[in-house]
């Protein structure tokens, strides 16, 4: 007998045509990402933070960012802050003194006025330096990349035909992050008026408040007083104990003066008395030998 005939079967391939089945596809789909997202690398940066030491810095306070959990080599730290101008006779000027510039691996500022003219930058560290722009729609930018580290004296001027202008000045710097994902950065906000600013480090944005500086009538800032009564209880020396102190030493500085005045005076008295002597004696002897 032969065999029976085989029949080969082609395999069918169906779409899916069910709707609800076409719904749970997408949403396998979408969870898929989700999970992709979630364990890829880039997810850790959110783990990052930073805090700002002090909390509630006024102006002349050294600010600290200390962070962690930061990835890569470096990481951008970014302050904002603005500042609303007066105009004058037409004429608009601000002006920052001894603004540090750190060491770092990129230094840069940008500084933006609106209701303007036009714009100057002046930068002077041992010579005056300055970038200007035009405005274009009220609002003129100057930015400046790479800028050497020093203490800097700017000034920002310009033209303007309101009453007001408005500024906002943003300086950034990559600081070094170390193997441990931590880093540290010090800023002098000795240069920044008191009132709201911005400081983002990396993606991390947070809105600091900076305190107007607490001096008193003297011109001495009362922390630097607070630091020295504590330094006192420490020492068991008073205040009045040191003012005391230094009442005597310059008593005695005056006495130790006024002697020393007393013992010029003196002499020269004396040597002025020896050359009247001397010429005396000189035409004396002129007049015995001519007689």
């Known amino acids: 007998m032969l065999p029976e005939e085989t029949k080969i079967l082609k ?25 992709f997202l979630i364990i890829s690398p880039g997810a850790a940066s959110a783990s990052s933070s930073w805090e700002l030491d002090p909390e509630n810095p006024a102006v002349g306070d050294i600010m600290e960012i200390k962070g962690n959990g930061f990835e890569g080599e470096t990481a951008k730290v970014v302050v904002t802050f603005e500042k609303e101008v007066e105009v004058q006779d037409g004429k608009y000027e601000y002006t920052l003194e001894n603004v540090v510039i750190p ?43 790479t800028v050497p580290p020093g203490t800097y004296q700017i000034r920002i001027d310009g033209k303007s035909t309101g009453s007001e202008v408005k500024l906002k000045i943003k300086a950034m710097q990559e600081i070094e992050v170390d193997s441990e994902g931590s880093l540290s950065y010090q800023y002098n906000t000795k240069s920044i008026p008191a009132g709201d600013f911005e400081v983002k480090v990396g993606d991390i944005t947070k809105q600091i408040k900076l305190q107007p500086s607490e001096t008193t009538s003297s011109g001495i800032n009362s922390r630097d007083i607070k630091a020295e009564e ?62």
């Open 11 to 35: 395999p069918v391939l169906t779409l899916i045509k069910n709707p609800k089945n076409k719904e749970s596809l997408r949403l396998l789909f979408l969870l898929s990402v989700c999970l």
């Open 230 to 291: 504590t330094n006192e209880k420490k020492t068991g020396k008073t205040t009045d104990g040191v003012n005391e102190e230094k009442v005597k030493e310059k008593n005695t500085s005056n006495e130790k003066k006024f002697i020393g005045s007393s013992f010029d005076t003196k002499s020269k008295k004396v040597w002025i008395a020896g050359i009247l002597v001397g010429l005396i004696l000189f035409l004396v002897y002129l007049k015995i030998r001519k007689s």
């Open 103 to 145: 060491s770092g691996f990129d230094n840069s500022f940008t500084v933006q006025a609106e209701g303007v003219e036009d714009l100057n930058v002046r930068a002077k560290m041992l010579l005056w330096l300055t970038k200007s722009a035009e405005t274009k729609d009220g609002t003129a930018t100057v930015s400046q990349k």
